[in-house]
């Protein structure tokens, strides 16, 4: 007999799960599984139809139809033993509906496939196929023990250097202590014999000799650099620190790698550059200085898409001398709905409504003068979207564990609606004995970055964090003018605009 294809259709004749065993177009095979539910009438017992050139054997199965299609020369008992054997078969899908055979049907194919060979069928049990599709190997197994081996033995050497810092801290700690209260209890020995050496010397002045005075005034000049720490080279006997017993400060040559290994793909690597996250702005030398703020909240999630996207913004006023301060502020803004403003409580709503200007609510009484920090806020500001493209930074992380190595793949682009500066992204990596291997690296705008560590949970690289600043906000907040309310002329002002970021995540 020969087999020409296994198959599961439903009851309209639509193919689910085919196997061909001979070579067979496409169209061929999907116009014979088409034509057999109009084949089949109601009512009839048999398991088999045929037609001109092939035999169609079957058996309904809940809703679908399991189905072998022989030539016309096949042995009806042997095809209806194979289709008897292949009925239990599916019990590797959970359910007998479409849904569930098309999940499963690469299990079934393989399965099939244990039991008709070029198609003639195998001399199987059910037993021995699902022996057969489990796919045991000895090899994986021994790899997998290997790979859980260096895991764990890792792990180890981890805690066994944890445990060897801590114990040189706290060996360090008792030695600094105990040379403290030895040089104290020297010192009063010193005090002692200078004692001695007076009740014995009729003078009072004490021998160069004796251990009291000799011994005394070195150790007291030696507690007294100790004690002051002086500017000058302090003792030896009170600076040294023991052998092997110090921290070594500054980048070891393994540490060194992960940056020599940027310089090689050509990136100019600027060593110790930490941007701090709130930088200090300078102090205001103009009479009035207006600062714009936006600070940024996002998390990204790992997978794709926004979680979270928050933006507060704040418009402060500075001024240096009191008699500046009655004036009123015209803003300028993008006019953008999403955008929620809510102004002082001393400041006309009305005026700013209308307007746009910032004025107190009493023109008698001017803004304060000479406050510290960013000044009195006038005006602060909030927006929320769920629109990914409004993100100035995108970033996409796909760690991926192949083998014995973890490989992270990082892609990020900039909006064009600003300007970033001061760029970090932190990626978080496991404890490692070497510096990651950086496989490639490029972009400016947008770019993307590989780099290949030891296999680990690809949960450790996240949360991504990000920070950048920007001299645009969402907003585009802006002073337009300063109109004096006593007359004369405007007095000079300037303004600053930062965009920066509060939290920036990937999660």
């Given at each position: 007999?020969?087999?020409?294809?296994?198959?599961?259709?439903?009851?309209?004749?639509?193919?689910?799960?085919?196997?061909?065993?001979?070579e067979?177009?496409?169209?061929?095979?999907?116009?014979?599984?088409?034509?057999?539910?109009?084949?089949?009438g109601?009512?009839k017992?048999?398991?088999?139809?045929?037609?001109?050139?092939?035999?169609?054997?079957?058996?309904?199965?809940?809703?679908?139809y399991?189905?072998?299609?022989?030539?016309?020369?096949?042995?009806?008992?042997?095809?209806?033993?194979?289709?008897?054997?292949l009925?239990?078969?599916?019990?590797?899908?959970?359910s007998?509906d479409?849904?569930?055979?098309?999940?499963?049907?690469?299990?079934?194919?393989f399965?099939?496939?244990?039991?008709i060979?070029?198609?003639?069928k195998?001399?199987?049990?059910?037993?021995q196929?699902?022996?057969?599709?489990?796919?045991?190997?000895?090899?994986?197994?021994?790899?997998?023990?290997?790979?859980?081996?260096k895991?764990?033995?890792?792990?180890?050497?981890?805690?066994?250097?944890?445990?060897?810092?801590?114990?040189s801290?706290?060996?360090?700690?008792?030695?600094e202590?105990?040379?403290?209260?030895a040089?104290?209890?020297?010192s009063?020995m010193?005090?002692?014999?200078?004692?001695?050496?007076s009740?014995?010397?009729?003078?009072?002045?004490?021998?160069?000799?004796?251990?009291?005075?000799?011994?005394?005034?070195?150790?007291t000049?030696?507690?007294?650099?100790?004690?002051t720490?002086?500017?000058?080279?302090?003792?030896a006997?009170?600076?040294?620190?023991?052998k092997?017993?110090?921290?070594?400060?500054?980048?070891?040559?393994?540490?060194?790698?992960?940056?020599?290994?940027?310089?090689?793909?050509?990136?100019?690597?600027?060593?110790?550059?930490?941007?701090s996250?709130?930088?200090?702005?300078?102090?205001p030398?103009?009479?009035?200085t207006?600062?714009?703020?936006?600070?940024?909240?996002?998390?990204?999630?790992r997978?794709?898409g926004?979680?979270?996207?928050d933006?507060?913004?704040?418009?402060s006023?500075?001024?240096?001398?009191?008699?500046?301060?009655?004036?009123?502020?015209?803003?300028?803004?993008?006019?953008?709905?999403?955008?929620?403003?809510?102004?002082?409580?001393?400041?006309?709503?009305?005026l700013?409504?209308?307007?746009?200007?910032l004025g107190s609510?009493?023109?008698?009484?001017p803004?304060?003068?000479?406050?510290?920090?960013?000044?009195?806020g006038?005006?602060?500001?909030?927006?929320?979207?769920?629109?990914?493209?409004?993100?100035p930074?995108?970033?996409?992380?796909?760690?991926?564990v192949?083998?014995?190595?973890?490989?992270v793949?990082?892609?990020?682009?900039?909006?064009?609606?600003?300007?970033?500066?001061?760029?970090?992204i932190?990626?978080?990596l496991?404890?490692l004995?070497?510096?990651?291997?950086?496989?490639?690296?490029?972009?400016?705008?947008?770019?993307?970055l590989?780099?290949?560590v030891p296999p680990?949970?690809?949960?450790?690289?996240?949360?991504?964090s990000?920070?950048?600043?920007?001299?645009?906000?969402?907003?585009?907040?802006?002073?337009?003018?300063?109109?004096?309310?006593?007359?004369?002329?405007?007095?000079?002002?300037?303004?600053?605009?930062?965009?920066?970021?509060?939290?920036?995540q990937?999660?």
């Amino acid at each position: 007999m020969v087999v020409l294809a296994a198959s599961i259709t439903s009851k309209s004749g639509k193919a689910l799960v085919s196997r061909q065993f001979v070579e067979m177009s496409r169209i061929r095979i999907e116009g014979l599984l088409a034509a057999f539910p109009k084949l089949i009438g109601s009512g009839k017992q048999h398991t088999y139809v045929e037609t001109e050139n092939v035999r169609y054997v079957y058996q309904p199965m809940e809703g679908v139809y399991l189905l072998l299609v022989t030539n016309k020369q096949s042995n009806i008992l042997e095809d209806l033993d194979t289709l008897r054997l292949l009925s239990k078969v599916p019990e590797y899908s959970a359910s007998l509906d479409e849904e569930g055979i098309c999940k499963n049907a690469f299990e079934l194919i393989f399965a099939f496939d244990e039991v008709i060979s070029l198609g003639h069928k195998e001399n199987v049990t059910v037993a021995q196929v699902r022996q057969y599709c489990e796919m045991e190997s000895h090899e994986e197994r021994l790899h997998k023990l290997v790979l859980q081996s260096k895991i764990n033995e890792t792990k180890d050497v981890m805690k066994r250097k944890a445990n060897e810092i801590d114990k040189s801290k706290i060996e360090r700690g008792k030695l600094e202590k105990g040379g403290y209260s030895a040089l104290q209890s020297m010192s009063s020995m010193g005090s002692m014999g200078r004692m001695d050496s007076s009740f014995s010397n009729d003078t009072g002045i004490s021998s160069g000799n004796t251990f009291g005075s000799g011994s005394g005034f070195g150790i007291t000049s030696e507690v007294d650099s100790f004690s002051t720490k002086s500017k000058g080279r302090p003792s030896a006997a009170v600076t040294a620190p023991a052998k092997g017993m110090g921290m070594k400060l500054g980048k070891s040559q393994k540490a060194n790698q992960f940056l020599e290994s940027l310089k090689a793909e050509g990136e100019v690597i600027v060593e110790d550059v930490r941007p701090s996250k709130t930088a200090a702005a300078p102090p205001p030398t103009d009479p009035v200085t207006l600062t714009v703020e936006e600070k940024l909240n996002v998390a990204l999630k790992r997978d794709g898409g926004l979680a979270n996207f928050d933006v507060q913004g704040t418009l402060s006023l500075q001024i240096l001398n009191q008699d500046d301060g009655f004036i009123q502020v015209q803003i300028e803004s993008a006019g953008n709905p999403e955008i929620k403003f809510k102004t002082h409580p001393n400041i006309n709503k009305d005026l700013f409504s209308s307007e746009n200007i910032l004025g107190s609510k009493d023109p008698n009484r001017p803004f304060p003068a000479g406050q510290s920090g960013d000044g009195l806020g006038l005006l602060k500001w909030r927006m929320q979207s769920k629109d990914e493209s409004a993100v100035p930074l995108s970033i996409s992380c796909w760690p991926s564990v192949s083998g014995n190595e973890t490989y992270v793949s990082l892609e990020y682009e900039a909006s064009s609606m600003f300007d970033l500066q001061n760029v970090v992204i932190s990626v978080p990596l496991p404890a490692l004995r070497e510096a990651p291997n950086v496989r490639q690296i490029d972009g400016e705008w947008s770019g993307s970055l590989e780099f290949v560590v030891p296999p680990v949970d690809t949960s450790v690289f996240f949360p991504i964090s990000v920070r950048f600043s920007a001299t645009s906000t969402f907003s585009d907040m802006k002073v337009a003018s300063i109109v004096p309310l006593k007359g004369g002329a405007p007095p000079k002002f300037s303004q600053r605009v930062q965009l920066v970021t509060e939290s920036y995540q990937v999660v």
